[in-house]
């Protein structure tokens, strides 16, 4: 599966972005989907993962009740809904295609280009 680049941008404090990416492949389902994120001199760290059949979310606690991770399998693409965003929430964001839902980066067999996020205070 090709993962290709998602569209950031620049938000201000308690601000709301959405992330997309669509993958091109016809067995997109068949993938767990990830998004991580990697600050500034920090390593790339889990964000939320969904299993391929949509029934079960994982979050960072960092994350809980702000971001919310969904699918549309049909249109090959995931969401990451960003909301109440910080300025510790900038960071790079990668989405990512793997067998097993979780939060560990080796899970991951297929990553997109990142996209720069900037939360402004």
């Known amino acids: 599966v090709q993962l290709p680049g998602v569209w950031g941008g620049l938000v201000q404090f308690g601000g709301s972005l959405r992330l997309s990416c669509a993958a091109s492949?016809?067995?997109?389902?068949?993938?767990?989907m990830g998004w991580f994120r990697q600050a500034p001199g920090k390593e790339r760290e889990f964000v939320a993962a969904?299993?391929?059949?949509?029934?079960?979310?994982s979050y960072a606690d960092s994350v809980k009740g702000r971001f919310t991770i969904s699918r549309d399998n049909a249109k090959n693409t995931v969401y990451l809904q960003m909301n109440s965003l910080k300025p510790e929430d900038t960071a790079v964001y990668y989405c990512?295609?793997?067998?097993?839902?979780?939060?560990?980066?080796?899970?991951?067999?297929?990553w997109g280009q990142g996209t720069l996020v900037t939360v402004s205070s």
């Open positions: 492949s016809r067995t997109f389902s068949s993938y767990a």
């Open positions: 990512a295609a793997g067998t097993y839902l979780g939060s560990q980066r080796g899970l991951y067999d297929y």
């Open positions: 969904i299993s391929r059949r949509v029934s079960s979310t």
